[in-house]
């Protein structure tokens, strides 16, 4: 398994749990589980100092989709059952210029196209 131009003085690697890229620890955004209004739910953790177990993920909207759709989040953190993945979304939308509707990572979607006739 290749490292990936990561040097030892790049400090710690994780991987993405969205895309299972290898990074430094510093390219991602840590995500651990907490509670928000008696529900469980995950936190995004930019300083990294929450306790618990935490996932690393890619401060992209494709990686964040990724992840939610393989239920990465739930099996990184060893989660019993779901929890709210808005926190996160939200997150990973003010890191990025220009946030994404959830489901169109990767899709055209200009005003300009003409989808009235599809066939």
Known sequence: ???EDLTPDSGPVRT?????QRAAARE???VTVGSVDG???LLPDPARRLPGRG?????TRRCYDLAVRRK?????LRLAGGASTALVAAHIDSLTDSPSTPGTAGVDVSPDQDWSNSS
């Not at 996932?55 to 401060?59: E, N, S």
């Open 1 to 3: 398994m290749a490292r």
């Open 39 to 41: 529900l469980a739910a």
């Open 55 to 59: 996932a690393h993920l890619h401060p």
């Open 72 to 76: 990465a989040f739930t099996r990184a």
């Open 16 to 20: 993405c749990v969205g895309c299972r």
């Open 28 to 30: 991602l955004v840590r």
